[in-house]
């Protein structure tokens, strides 16, 4: 009878190949405490629908009921760091950390799902403001954005870096190059900026090595560690999501320089299974971008400490 009950369970995806748990499960608590550690992503397995009426932010979507859901778990999410699972009352999540927890990741499933985190007041967000607060602050700091920077900096924020290196002699040519033409003033004035609607990366200006925060070694390393991560999602799951911000802005109505010719472009661009694409050039001309892109986990344990004052002047 006990077998039969076990077995009953690993249908459900509470228990893997009819034997024990394979994940772990806490409550409300326990899971807030875990989700502030940047080692740890936020998975919601629940549909888009749920998704955007509200969320824990930061978390990744990936519906558990589509077939294709482990496949899209393993393109998206880093085998080297912890699942932090949620859902709508906790049984879909319990099913998908059993899914992901057979296939090689360390899952924790949130008891009582979204329901119980909104029972005792924490926080959720919809993706229509987090994308709108993005927008507004993207077009109030840099005000010479085009929809060309809006995207760059939400696909930075999904993708990281543009590609993954293989020469690192030339990426260290470059960065060289780059130290030495540019003088302080060409630089913005700041030393770290979080890309995108969620900062899973962050751009590191060279500034911080120019002044002697950071030696060059460490941002080039911690640059070509985050471009060669196992994390980078494919660029089918970025064009979806870029689909979903790009419905958000065209609803805000916003006057943004050449709006429709750039959305014509990316469109081009997805279509052809490519995502990357440069600053535009008033853009480049009104604040000078030269930055680096670290995984937020890597700018957090060994960059960000050392940026412990602002820059120089500021």
Not at 106 to 118: E, F, R, S, T
Not at 152 to 177: I, N, P, T, W
Request: net charge negative.
């Amino acid at each position: 009878m006990k077998n039969i009950l076990t077995c009953l369970l690993a249908t459900l995806g509470l228990t893997s190949a009819c034997g024990q748990q394979n994940f772990e499960n806490t409550d409300v608590q326990g899971f807030s405490e875990l989700i502030t550690d940047s080692n740890v992503v936020v998975l919601d397995v629940r549909t888009a629908a749920e998704f955007a009426e509200g969320h824990i932010k930061g978390a990744i979507l990936i519906d558990q009921g589509q077939s294709d859901f482990v496949e899209k778990a393993k393109a998206a999410l880093p085998v080297d760091k912890k699942i932090a699972v949620y859902c709508r009352s906790g049984r879909r999540s319990a099913n998908a950390a059993g899914k992901l927890a057979d296939i090689g990741y360390k899952c924790v499933n949130l008891k009582g799902g979204i329901l119980a985190w909104k029972e005792v007041g924490m926080p959720v967000c919809s993706s229509v403001q987090e994308i709108q607060d993005f927008v507004h602050q993207q077009l109030e700091t840099y005000p010479k954005s085009r929809l060309l920077d809006i995207y760059k900096s939400c696909f930075q924020d999904y993708m990281g870096a543009e590609h993954l290196v293989s020469d690192k002699q030339r990426v260290k040519s470059y960065l060289d190059e780059e130290l030495q033409s540019t003088s302080l003033d060409d630089l913005m004035p700041w030393y770290y900026e979080p890309c995108g609607i969620d900062g899973q990366y962050v751009r590191v200006s060279i500034r911080a090595v120019k002044e002697n925060k950071v030696s060059e070694d460490l941002l080039l390393d911690a640059f070509i560690r985050s471009a060669n991560s196992d994390r980078r999602p494919s660029v089918e799951s970025w064009r979806d999501q870029w689909h979903m911000i790009i419905g958000t802005i065209d609803q805000m109505q916003l006057t943004i320089p050449c709006y429709q010719e750039d959305g014509e472009f990316i469109d081009s661009i997805l279509t052809v299974g490519k995502y990357a694409i440069s600053h535009s050039p008033e853009y480049r001309e009104a604040y000078r971008p030269h930055y680096r892109i670290v995984e937020r986990g890597i700018f957090e344990r060994e960059i960000k400490p050392l940026l412990s004052t602002k820059p120089e002047g500021n």
